[in-house]
């Protein structure tokens, strides 16, 4: 097993076929107390896990929001839309099978961003970036990024997968970022600075 932080060099994949990025968060009441706070954190806020494969330095696909199997082979599947951080575990998951993701793709980069309209990082309560190794079907943590309270930002760049010769190597980015909401290249075009 390996371990990241930010800054640290990018770590060798090698021996890891499979891995795995999930992001979790709670909903929160915001500063409501009372009926409203409640109804607030029963609607939660909707975060979201993109992952952009990138080839030649161009996003040419993407897992997230309504694209789940964006390669139709299963190498890079997303698990769905949660929409209220209610889920128990990580509330979107991203599994990536490197021996089946074409030799164009470059890169994968994951990005949580608050993208649509009226969402944001601060709506939420104990937001988490995990990165797991699932070779054999369990998972091990590689790491778990806890993004900083501070700032109106509502897109983090959490990691970038890249080819290296013949293998994957994986980078800790936690890149925190503006976007205008519910803009898909404004997403695509953060995901590769």
Not at 61 to 69: I, M, P
Not at 124 to 151: C, E, H, M, R
Request: charge should be negative; glycine fraction near 12%; aromatic fraction near 6%.
């Amino acid at each position: 097993m390996i371990t990241l932080k930010k800054d640290d060099e990018a770590a060798d994949l090698t021996g890891i076929t499979k891995m795995s990025v999930g992001v979790s968060w709670d909903p929160s009441a915001g500063a409501s107390g009372g009926l409203l706070g409640i109804a607030r954190r029963k609607k939660g806020v909707d975060l979201d896990l993109i992952a952009i494969l990138v080839q030649g330095g161009d996003p040419v696909r993407f897992a997230g929001l309504d694209s789940l199997d964006p390669l139709g082979n299963g190498s890079v599947l997303h698990s769905g839309d949660e929409q209220t951080g209610a889920a128990s575990g990580d509330d979107e998951t991203v599994h990536v099978t490197f021996a089946n993701v074409p030799a164009g793709i470059d890169s994968i980069v994951f990005v949580a961003a608050a993208f649509k309209k009226g969402t944001s990082f601060i709506k939420a309560n104990n937001v988490s970036f995990k990165i797991y190794d699932a070779t054999g079907g369990d998972t091990q943590p590689v790491a778990d990024i806890w993004p900083s309270l501070l700032g109106a930002e509502n897109a983090n760049a959490i990691a970038r997968a890249f080819r290296n010769g013949g293998s994957w190597q994986l980078e800790v980015l936690d890149r925190k970022g503006k976007i205008k909401q519910g803009d898909m290249q404004a997403l695509l075009r953060f995901a590769i600075e």
